[in-house]
């Protein structure tokens, strides 16, 4: 069967929150995803868009997907995020998500960006030993630092 690997579209949103929602049960956080299909086609889709999408459709299906943004790094200079890469848990192991992940490097080398950099969680070893692999450098001396909204509102309360 053929992959069809494209830049995501406003009308693909609802599956692409289909496999944010897939992929935050799979890190066992099923219940952590608040974002709202109409969220991600403003956020995606409007004047100033804060994040780009390539998806993996077979069958005209969306089975994969890598949502990425720009960021800027003191160090670096222009990077990427990647947020989220995902395939349908039916397709795994077909190597969709090498090709996600390929379209996502080829990208930012094709801009000319400095780096690509994302999470994995330690427990990932599937992954992590893909991202090795690859020449990926895992940075196992950093630690992910997160403000969560109750706490930006704690934070911001105190006098």
Known sequence: MEIILREGQKTDMSAVLSLIQELASFEKE???VELSVEELERDGFGPQPLFRVFVAERNNEIV??????????????RSIH???????HQYRGEGI???LYTKVLTYAHDQNLKR????????NTVAIDFYNSTGANILESWKVVHMNENSLDAFVSKD
């Open 116 to 123: 690509v950099s994302w999470e994995v969680l330690d427990w």
């Open 82 to 88: 990647l947020e989220d890469l995902i395939v349908k």
């Open 97 to 99: 998500g090498k090709a």
């Open 64 to 77: 994969g997907m890598a949502l990425f943004y720009e960021r800027y790094s003191t160090w670096k200079g």
């Open 30 to 32: 099923a219940n952590a």
